[in-house]
């Protein structure tokens, strides 16, 4: 890219053997394609749903399940094998969905492939495919048109690009034909180059492809992008890791009672049926579908409060992050300026409530006027319904207005007196803008910029009214009001001027000889929050990291006001990062609070940095340009409303407040405590019924609806007391060593498992055993009545008080209870209910189940002193 600003675009045209006139010619076209390639970015081939869903029906429990389907197939024991298919489908659907729905997000990268071009060949205009464009065509582009590929300009009528998602600078770029001489420049300083995604949003112009597909500049960011693996594993994959280390103990269980089995010569067909059944049984297969539900229950809470997660994986990074990374407007000040003080003639005039606060000297007067003047002329915020819209996104150009206007001055009365002819847009090099107005029968170039800009252009000074030579002294008081106001939280614009009895050429030398009017200091005000916030996170032992546009002292002035930074080297500034090398960078880029005028490109420098500190990161982004950082930082966090940028993110907020994402973070460190217990109280009840089918097998007992109340009880049931448990995340700590959701959860409370597993399981055998000889019947509902009603008493283990504190928890509880007595009414009938002997020995069983569950707490030492 770099060859080609410096060169005249005739040299480019005849380089590339083309013709401004005719374009190419057939038989240039296909050789040239076979040279460079088709003008397509390639994105990496997703997986299908098809290949997503063999891969889970890989999975050891899963392949255990599949076996025992054949089974009861093979016997024609076709209600097990529904059964058993049902259960495959709802634990393999949901996560093999999700992840799909993860790869169709990687798709919407493809429509930077879709869209058409207008093109010259063989001497007439087409309109294009741009997959066809090749290297030497001859393209026009015009308002409302996408840039197809890489162009250098040839020819610009007045032409004016938004070039956000290639340079992620915010502001509209004019282009021009003529070459750069520069050595080396930036990409929002090629002035006569045109990139692919780019959007023209005023004039039109012709260009000549300079590069296409894979090597334009941004597929360099989507290259970029999928450079960095995404290391993480799914949550779903989680979860098939702890049924697969739960199936250890099925499995085990399952040897033993075959190879008693064995001992005692059973039938084999008889063995091989019953031990499908014990295997259909005691799997926990219902854990993948109750956290679908609680999952999708808690995203939609979530959902509600403007916050959108990707999936679960998601929130259980978030809830792991040591550091965040995010613009300091929006996350910590208001996303508007004011003006705030201001220096001409000398004199400091401070401003109360948007009015200056009234200055005596006519002097100050007139070159605030001037001032206010150029202000409102050098500004494209438009005033419509009230509303300040300025497409830029410049706070301190809506702020000029706003303060123009609370002092009597209209800017649309001032653009129809004064007449914009020439508009010179700010660059990063000149650090300027300058637009030249009609000035009655004359014309005046009106300029902003830094203050350091400003005066090194500057050979007169505006004093009461009347030009002067600007002296030393002068200058240095200028610089030190700068140096002052920046001290004072404020970002700094230098204003001047320069008059002309003509009007003036774009290629002469405008900027120069100027008149210096002032500085004003814009204020952008601190959100009430925000140094809470700061301490806050420390709390929570997060790291904030801001960036932002402003200088390094207003940086330090406001990191210092925020108890972010103490010391000037704890902020560091683009340029710094790019003398920088880069061991020295990877040293000191942990010490580093505020970045100042960074690009994307060190955002992404930034973030592996931190990474190599073992930090857990996040970051705020919001342009196309963002996805690079977005996708290298652990979790990526946006405001955007591009449909490309929302997909290819984490998170989506609304409000990017940085209190708002640390509630957030809270919530999230919340819901996995809460599903590290749901995991805890699943597999507890799994064991319950593993042991409990483990001795219904080695006794030989006779228990025809075993395999509904397997179902019932790992599904229905486990989802109703989840849902209770879920309802109460609220009251769950943010305070936890683990945010893992993996088998560790398993191996960390195998004993508070074991325990509990064993009671309930043990409990419904022995109410099994003491009433089989009361019938088969009476006997399996009067035990499975045991069994459920222990697992839904069981859930108030996982509560911090006797009873939970959420009333709609215990609503939940309650509903539980009645629905399991419901079930048992229509399994054994209302005679068995009603039977004495049925509620003597369930009740006696159950007092120790609940008093267990009352006083025996998941993390007893977190609740109780």
């Known amino acids: 890219m770099i060859q080609w600003y410096k060169s005249s675009w005739s040299e480019i045209v005849k380089l590339l053997e083309s013709n401004i ?330 401003v109360i409530s948007d009015v200056v606060n009234g200055s005596s000297n006519e002097g100050d007067i007139e070159n605030l006027q001037r001032m206010l003047h150029i202000g409102l002329l050098c500004n494209d915020t438009q005033v419509s319904t009230g509303k300040l819209i300025n497409p830029k996104e410049d706070l301190m150009e809506a702020a000029i207005i706003k303060f123009a206007m609370m002092n009597g001055l209209d800017k649309r009365n001032l653009d129809r007196q004064h007449k914009r002819v020439v508009y010179i847009p700010f660059d990063n090099d000149r650090k300027i803008l300058t637009t030249i107005n009609s000035v009655d029968e004359n014309y005046r170039a009106n300029i902003k910029g830094s203050v350091d800009s400003i005066i090194n252009k500057c050979t007169h000074i505006m004093k009461n009214g009347v030009e002067l030579d600007i002296t030393e002294d002068e200058i240095n008081a200028i610089r030190s009001a700068g140096v002052s106001m920046s001290a004072e939280c404020l970002s700094v614009v230098g204003f001047a001027y320069r008059n002309f009895n003509y009007e003036p050429s774009v290629k002469e030398n405008i900027e120069s000889n100027l008149v210096f009017v002032g500085l004003i200091g814009f204020e952008n005000m601190l959100k009430s929050e925000a140094i809470d916030s700061i301490a806050r996170s420390e709390m929570l032992n997060i790291k904030p990291i801001i960036i932002t546009d402003d200088n390094k002292l207003t940086a330090f002035a406001i990191g210092k006001k925020m108890k972010l930074v103490s010391k000037v080297n704890e902020i560091i500034s683009g340029v710094e990062i790019d003398n920088m090398p880069s061991d020295e960078f990877d040293r000191i880029g942990d010490k580093i609070g505020i970045f100042s005028k960074i690009n994307s490109k060190h955002k992404v420098k930034i973030i592996k940095a931190l990474k190599s500190y073992g930090h857990t990161t996040a970051i705020v982004g919001s342009k196309l340009i963002d996805l690079p950082a977005l996708r290298v930082s652990d979790i990526g966090i946006t405001t955007s409303t591009s449909k490309m940028v929302k997909k290819l993110s984490d998170i989506i907020l609304k409000d990017i407040g940085f209190m708002r994402i640390l509630n957030m973070l809270e919530d999230s460190r919340r819901i996995i405590n809460l599903l590290k217990k749901i995991i805890v109280y699943i597999i507890s009840c799994a064991t319950a019924m593993l042991i409990f089918t483990s001795l219904v097998s080695l006794r030989k007992y006779n228990v025809p609806l075993m395999y509904i109340e397997s179902f019932w009880f790992n599904n229905i049931l486990m989802i109703i007391s989840s849902m209770a448990l879920a309802i109460q995340y609220k009251y769950e700590d943010v305070k936890c060593t683990n945010y893992k959701l993996d088998k560790d959860v398993i191996k960390e409370n195998k004993p508070f498992i074991i325990f509990n597993g064993s009671i309930m399981g043990m409990g419904a055998f022995i109410v099994l055993m003491l009433t089989y000889s009361k019938g088969t019947a009476f006997a399996q509902v009067t035990s499975f009545t045991t069994l459920n009603l222990s697992a839904v008493f069981f859930t108030l283990s996982f509560s911090k008080t006797k009873l939970f504190q959420n009333k709609f928890s215990n609503l939940i509880l309650g509903l539980n209870l009645l629905l399991q007595f419901g079930i048992m009414v229509l399994m054994g009938g209302l005679h068995v209910i009603l039977s004495v002997d049925y509620w003597e020995i369930t009740l006696a069983i159950l007092a120790i189940c609940i008093v267990i569950s009352l006083f025996n707490k998941l993390g007893k030492e977190q609740y109780y002193d």
């Open 21 to 350: 006139y005719s374009g190419l010619d057939g038989d240039d076209i296909n050789i040239k394609r076979e040279k460079y390639g088709a003008n397509k970015i390639l994105i990496p081939k997703t997986k299908s749903l098809y290949s997503i869903i063999i891969n889970q029906i890989k999975e050891p429990w899963v392949i255990m399940l599949s076996v025992c389907l054949i089974i009861f197939l093979y016997f024609t024991q076709f209600i097990l094998a529904g059964i058993m298919l049902l259960v495959i489908m709802m634990s393999i659907l949901p996560i093999s969905l999700d992840k799909y729905n993860n790869e169709k997000s990687i798709k919407e990268l493809e429509s930077l492939n879709i869209g058409n071009a207008r093109v010259v060949r063989d001497g007439r205009t087409f309109k294009i495919p741009l997959e066809e464009l090749v290297i030497g065509d001859i393209v026009i582009v015009g308002q409302g048109e996408g840039v197809p590929a890489d162009l250098r300009v040839i020819e610009s009528e007045d032409l004016k690009v938004n070039e956000t998602s290639v340079t992620g600078e915010k502001y509209v770029v004019e282009k021009y034909e003529t070459k750069i001489e520069d050595k080396e420049i930036t990409l929002s300083d090629m002035k006569n180059i045109l990139f692919k995604s780019s959007f023209v949003v005023g004039g039109s112009g012709t260009g000549i492809v300079i590069a296409t597909g894979m090597n334009t500049q941004i597929a360099n960011m989507v290259k970029l992008f999928f450079s960095e693996e995404d290391k993480s594993t799914e949550v779903g994959k989680k979860v098939h890791e702890i049924i697969n280390y739960f199936c250890i103990f099925v499995i085990s269980a399952l040897m033993i009672n075959i190879s008693l089995r064995i001992v005692s010569k059973e039938n084999i067909k008889q063995m091989v049926c019953i031990s499908a059944e014990f295997v259909l049984n005691s799997i926990p297969q219902g854990i993948v579908i109750i956290l679908s539900v609680v999952s999708l229950f808690l995203l939609k809470k979530m959902e509600k409060s403007s916050i959108e997660f990707k999936d679960l994986s998601i929130i259980e990074k978030l809830s792991s992050i040591s550091v965040i990374c995010t613009d300091k407007v929006g996350s910590f000040s208001k996303n508007k300026m004011e003006v705030a003080k201001i220096f001409t003639n000398g004199n400091f005039i401070d």
